[in-house]
């Protein structure tokens, strides 16, 4: 990390990484800098860059789809909160992956994903990334015996680690996948959507690359959808900024700066969606319509002592299976008032949904198939009371 940043807490980095007073004016808070292209100083004379904007890797601004200062600035921050080397914003969390995919794999590889990967995830595999000579296989990526027996003798180029996984809420060990993926000579790319840097940092555990659907936690506001890859080793970041640039994946200014100032109360926010999640689990598991609960902070979770051991909290996402089937499933997502039936999660308000229809209708009948009767939440931060009694009554 760059000296400037060593300094600092995870939340004095939040709100300063990156985020100097602008150089012109003083402003206190990054300008959105909504604007294509730059004035030269003659033919290839660049300005700004390192010297007078954020990003010590932008060597001055020619283009945006190359390079943009408010970009730069979330950019640098997410670095910072990863412990990264290099980061780079994307219009997406797919984008993000796609352009990790590209960039490492080749026609020939084989990649290790979870068995219960996040169903956009699967279905880049599944469908885009077969059909150009990538293979992939399944495994349960919270057994780090059977990621082990699967990576023997595959050749496997990457594993897809996913911690806790969308939307089951199983645990990885990343420093012992990160052994292994070392020993046999594979990256190791982890999704921290779920945790987010405050809760978790998979490259301090030793993971090359992280992912981030910077839809959710980090933006946290449920306004803007956005993507980040941060890595430990430069030389892959500038490979990364080659292909970003080369196939034009990049988040517009008006995107970062609006996730970046989500960013600046990431830590407050997910102390209280994980307060709030803990007491939702807590309920959840004593309630009679309720056949199971999948949280990992539950001493039960069989991911409980793993995540303690590489999380800070446990997270604001609690999953778990209607006792009455799939119907009453779908009648519980209808009746919530506070709990918004809606995709997505992260943001403060609450949301409720039935991945089998919704979020992961893409893996249906594949092998990453998930129960009818299952209901996800994204538990927000209001106060938990009201939500404690919103899921009681539509429970019934
Ligand atoms: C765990 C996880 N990874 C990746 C993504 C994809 O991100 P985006 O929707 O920003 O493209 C999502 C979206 O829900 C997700 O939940």
Known sequence: ???TYAMGGFDTLAIHAGQEPDPLTGAVVP???QVSTYAQDGVGGLRGGAATGPGRWIAGYEYSRTANPTRGALEECLA??????RALAFASGMAAEDCLLRTVLRPGD????PHDAYGGTYRLFDKIFTAWGVTYQPVPVSDTAAVRAALAGSGAALIWVETPTNPLLSIADIGALAELARSAGALLAVDNTFASPYLQQPLALGADVVMHSTTKYLGGHSDVVGGALVVADAELGERLAFSQ????????PFDAWLTLRGIRTLGVRMDRHCANGARVADMLGSHPRVAGVYYP????HPGHEVAAKQMRGFGGIVSFRHADGEQAALRTCGRTRLFTLGESLGGVESLIEHPGRMTHA????????VPADLIRLSV????????????????G
């Open 31 to 33: 300008p959105i800098y």
């Open 362 to 369: 893409s893996v249906a009948g594949s092998p990453l198939e």
């Open 245 to 252: 640039n080369a196939t034009g994946s990049a988040g517009g």
């Open 110 to 113: 084989h990649v290790l994903i």
């Open 1 to 3: 990390m760059d000296s």
């Open 380 to 395: 927000g931060i209001e106060s938990c009371d009201d939500l404690i009694e919103d899921l009681r009554a539509a429970l």
């Open 297 to 300: 902070g539950l001493a039960a």
């Open 80 to 85: 910072a909160l990863e412990g990264g080397a």
